[in-house]
């Protein structure tokens, strides 16, 4: 099963696996629908747990692999259409070092970012289904937890990124130095020539003080689930209904649909209701 930012996400695992033990069978379940998410060292069950934050791609930020070199337009990571598939390029392989490069990647950003705004996005819903204790609005908390990197100097900064367990010693200085050198250069003549970032939101990091937090290739929810017929009754692994079983929704094979699967709730849903109010 997958897992959605609205509601728990237990609810739909657990479904699945009822389904599973009643003999269902699942389809689709390897494609999901994802993005570049902030996720702080803080497990759950053995899971780490995503926060949706803000900023990403904003002026006065660029976004690095964990190398230190830049791999992507910042504006498509959080951006209207291409949020939902930049995931692939988080978590596409290096053929020739048979490696993960791009994950985690690193947001570094200027002092002005960190001061004016909550890095994690308080305001859309409880931050890591209440499990991530963020803290203070004005990031304190978190800096003091370690969540969020911060030096006085690039060469510092990527010196403690390699210090994480996350990187493992992958961050170059010298190459995260380069990197901010010509994205503030690029920033200022007013054109991204190596990935073509949206000019408006092109600005040379300003000051002395850098700031870093890991993304990685994570949320929202998998498009797959039980396998169902057009009733909406539960397939079994030969394609025969289970008896009396029925799943709509999220838990439930559906096509990609909008409003965070709220449609294949309510059309599904009254049929399936339909249907089962058939049976004895």
Not at 2 to 27: C, D, H, Q, V
Not at 160 to 169: D, M
Not at 226 to 252: M, S
Request: glycine share 12%; with cysteine; proline share 4%.
């Amino acid at each position: 099963g997958g897992f959605a930012f609205y509601g728990t996400p237990y609810n739909e695992g657990e479904g699945i696996r009822m389904g599973i033990k009643a003999g269902a069978a699942l389809s689709k379940v390897s494609t999901c629908a994802a993005r570049m998410i902030w996720a702080p060292p803080v497990y759950h069950n053995g899971m780490r747990l995503g926060v949706t934050t803000v900023g990403v791609g904003a002026p006065g930020s660029f976004v690095v692999n964990a190398l230190g070199d830049r791999f992507i337009a910042e504006n498509k990571i959080m951006g209207g259409i291409t949020n939902n598939s930049v995931y692939e390029k988080a978590a596409e392989q290096n053929l020739d070092t048979m490696t993960y490069d791009n994950m985690p990647a690193w947001q570094i950003f200027e002092e002005e970012i960190f001061k004016s705004r909550p890095l994690a996005n308080l305001t859309r819903s409880t931050v890591g289904y209440g499990f991530v204790d963020y803290g203070a609005a004005d990031n304190s908390d978190a800096l003091k937890k370690g969540w969020v990197l911060k030096a006085d100097s690039i060469e510092e900064l990527a010196k403690k990124i390699a210090e994480t367990s996350v990187n493992k010693g992958r961050m170059n200085p010298q190459k995260l130095t380069e990197t901010l050198k010509r994205f503030n250069e690029m920033s200022t003549a007013g054109k991204d020539e190596d990935f073509g970032r949206n000019p408006k939101s092109l600005k040379p990091l300003e000051g002395t003080v850098f700031y870093a937090i890991p993304l990685f290739a994570g949320g929202s929810n998998t498009k797959g689930g039980l396998k169902t017929n057009a009733e909406h009754q539960v397939l079994d692994w030969d394609g025969k209904p289970i008896k009396g079983l029925y799943a709509a929704g999220e838990i439930a094979c559906g096509l990609n649909r909008g409003g965070a699967m709220l449609t294949d709730a309510l059309v599904f849903g009254q049929v399936t209701g339909k249907a089962a109010a058939t049976k004895k």
